[in-house]
């Protein structure tokens, strides 16, 4: 990576993108939109598992939409019934409006009633998956820890690793680097504000964080 941060870099990545292993049985995965399209397959292949029975994307337009041309949750419908065209529609919820993490799970919590009326966050859902692009994985799971501590959460990103989300953002022209150390700067942030709960963050991710923002600084 340029400016020497290759260590650097690695450490934020390996620690944002928050993996949790094995997968259980769930009563709902959840793709958090982006312009990654893995993770729509993800939530795909979960469902194809039988992880769960019901599949919410969500997101409208915002700072990861990039050329798109239409809200990240709607992108990811298209690409599931590209990848897995057995999924029935009346599996999957879509929540077109939200504009960031925060929306996404405030506009998200009533839909699984439109599939089973029980069902809603509040009451009936007891055990989530999350699923985001690698890089927002953790803030994602740290934002529904602080907005769901009732619901048991289990993170799923896409199968990645950095060269690859590297090209990915590149692609859309867009820095992981400079992502990455935006990404910790909310997580160290957030907290204090109410966005997200708080999370130890090891000393060699805060070492990463210091180096990439000193070099970004330079």
Not at 91 to 120: F, K, W, Y
Not at 196 to 210: F, H, K, Q, R, T
Request: glycine share 8%.
């Amino acid at each position: 990576m340029e400016g020497g941060a290759g260590p650097a870099v690695e450490a934020l990545y390996d620690y944002l993108a928050a993996r949790d292993a094995p997968v259980a049985p769930a009563d709902l995965v959840i793709g958090f939109g982006h312009f990654d399209p893995r993770v729509s397959r993800r939530c795909g292949d979960l469902w194809e598992a039988g992880l769960a029975d019901r599949i919410l994307f969500t997101g409208g337009v915002g700072a990861g939409t990039a050329d798109l041309g239409k809200p990240e949750a709607l992108f990811f419908w298209d690409e599931l019934r590209l990848s897995h065209p057995h999924i029935p529609a009346q599996a999957v919820l879509i929540e077109l409006d939200s504009r960031h993490t925060g929306e996404n799970i405030e506009m998200s919590q009533g839909l699984p009633r439109a599939v089973s009326p029980e069902a809603c966050i509040e009451q009936g859902i007891e055990h989530v998956i999350l699923v985001a692009t690698p890089a927002r994985q953790r803030r994602v799971w740290l934002a529904c820890r602080q907005h769901w501590p009732h619901v048991r959460l289990t993170n799923a990103p896409p199968e990645s690793a950095l060269q690859a989300d590297v090209a990915l953002f590149a692609s859309k022209g867009r820095n992981l680097r400079e992502l990455l150390a935006g990404e910790a700067r909310r997580i160290l942030a957030y907290p204090a504000l109410g966005y997200i709960a708080a999370d130890e963050v090891p000393g060699n991710v805060l070492a990463a964080y210091s180096e990439l923002t000193s070099l970004s600084s330079c």
